[in-house]
């Protein structure tokens, strides 16, 4: 089987409108992923049974099953709430809420990582909770995170061809498109995974570099 | 409440399929555990070697691996293989694709759960004179165990769903077969919903299982060291 060279280059455009989708949609799941994490981690270390037993809940359900289910429902359910939002959305949404479930667990580990007497010192010096919060606890439980939430956002960014599967015209839905349309399985698919390799390993790079500064 | 025999059936049914679906994903699920066991050692191993081709090789297996999402591997061997007139069942490719995509991450558990072993440990095997095989059976790999098992089981729910990407190259298990029983049915959010217990009915018990033994594990791991 050989490789078209020229019809590799000239899909590349298209490919790449793909990943502009793909892109978009990590950077807005990631950040909706980010406040569910924080939210759900605050819930599980809340005083409230109700609250952080409805956390619980939230955690085990969501990281006991597939994203792909996941979004299949949102993207049938929605529409029945009465809530129809366009595909890119509900991918957001899905994305959002499937990986705030791991991030909470990341920021809750953080948080329990901040030294109890930190806490005492906040309420000596009676600081209201939020400011505690605010000024105490979060900036030094997020420093040590910068390196998880780095494998989270490359880890969603090879989660985004599940969104293929709710008519999201990312990356993967364009290179099936195209293979599709012409028969050619090779180049697209093969651009596809070279596009995927030219961000995940920079960046996944970038992100132990940064984890390598932090700890000298 | 008044019980329409046709509704039983049709309850039935879907029982049925999502049974058989539910079946097939744990066939996937343990026969790609099998891969990733193996290959996670494999590669370990070869990172920890002495020799540097050998370490690149690995490196570059781990790295690739991890940049490139498990449904983008799947579809490469599915359409492209056959190409080259390799041509796979979907069920090999399902279990090689799963299974090289997860064995990427094992392998760097298994690694650093290796390297964990402390030197002194290594240097009494050096002194009592163990070949290497002796040593990694009976000391390193026993005492490697406990820190690998916690985040293996992890590894392992995760890997149970993602076998529902298996579904997208035809692929009958669970996911497909809620997928067959929209286009008779209808019914989708219903049906995906049960799908979504489904998995969960399947994971949860692991994910306890896990946590349960990461707890066991860390009060003994303080019990040694304090």
Redesign the interface.
């Known amino acids: 089987?050989n490789f078209d060279y020229a019809f590799a280059w000239s899909i590349v455009p298209e490919l790449f409108q793909g990943l502009l989708v793909t892109v978009q949609v990590v950077v807005l799941g990631f950040l909706l992923a980010v406040v569910m994490g924080l939210v759900l981690a605050i819930a599980q270390l809340s005083a409230m049974t109700v609250i952080r037993r409805a956390s619980s809940g939230y955690l085990?359900?969501f990281?006991?099953?597939?994203?792909?289910?996941?979004l299949?429902?949102l993207f049938?359910?929605l529409p029945?709430a009465g809530i129809t939002l366009p595909a890119l959305s509900t991918g957001v949404i899905g994305l959002g809420l499937y990986y705030g479930a791991y991030i909470a667990e990341a920021f809750r580990g953080a948080i329990e990582g901040v030294p109890k007497g930190q806490w005492e010192a906040a309420r000596a010096l009676d600081f209201d909770s939020s400011t505690t919060w605010q000024r105490i606890v979060l900036p030094q439980a997020l420093k040590p995170m910068l390196p998880v939430l780095g494998n989270y956002l490359i880890g969603m960014f090879?989660?985004?061809?599940?969104l293929a599967?709710i008519t999201i015209p990312e990356l993967?839905q364009a290179a099936?498109q195209i293979?599709g349309m012409t028969y050619r399985?090779?180049e697209p698919?093969?651009v596809?995974?070279l596009m995927?390799?030219a961000i995940?390993?920079p960046t996944?790079l970038l992100f132990k570099y940064i984890e390598r500064r932090s700890h000298v | 409440m008044f019980i329409d025999p046709s509704a039983v059936e049709t309850a039935r049914f879907i029982a049925g399929q999502l049974a058989h679906g539910a079946l097939v994903t744990l066939q996937i699920t343990f026969f790609a555990q099998i891969v990733v066991v193996v290959m996670s050692f494999v590669i370990a191993l070869m990172r920890l070697s002495p020799w540097r081709a050998v370490r690149w090789v690995a490196t570059v297996y781990v790295?690739?691996l991890?940049?490139?999402?498990?449904?983008?591997l799947l579809?490469?061997l599915f359409?492209?293989l056959p190409?080259?007139g390799i041509s796979l069942s979907p069920m090999t490719t399902g279990v090689l694709g799963l299974g090289l995509t997860f064995s990427a991450y094992g392998s760097e558990i298994v690694r650093s759960a290796l390297s964990n072993v402390s030197q002194g440990q290594r240097d009494a095997l050096r002194a009592l004179d163990f070949d290497s095989v002796t040593a990694f059976r009976r000391i390193v790999l026993p005492q490697a165990l406990p820190f690998m098992l916690p985040p293996m089981g992890n590894q392992l729910?995760e890997l149970l769903?993602?076998?529902?990407?298996v579904?997208?190259i035809t692929l009958t298990d669970l996911?497909f077969a809620?997928g067959q029983l929209i286009t008779t049915l209808g019914q989708?959010?219903l049906i995906?919903?049960i799908?979504?217990v489904c998995?969960?009915v399947m994971?949860?018990p692991l994910?306890w299982l896990v946590k349960r033994y990461e707890l066991r594990v860390t009060a003994w791991r303080q019990g040694n060291t304090v």
């Open positions: 089987m085990s359900f990281r006991n099953t597939p994203l792909m289910v996941q299949y429902v049938f359910a029945l090879k989660e985004t061809p599940l599967v993967f099936k293979a399985y090779n698919y093969t596809m995974a995927f390799l995940s390993v996944s | 790295e690739i991890r940049g490139i999402s498990a449904l983008v579809f490469y359409f492209i190409l080259f729910v769903k993602t076998t529902s990407l579904s997208l996911t809620g989708q959010t995906w919903s799908v979504l998995y969960f994971a949860w994910s």
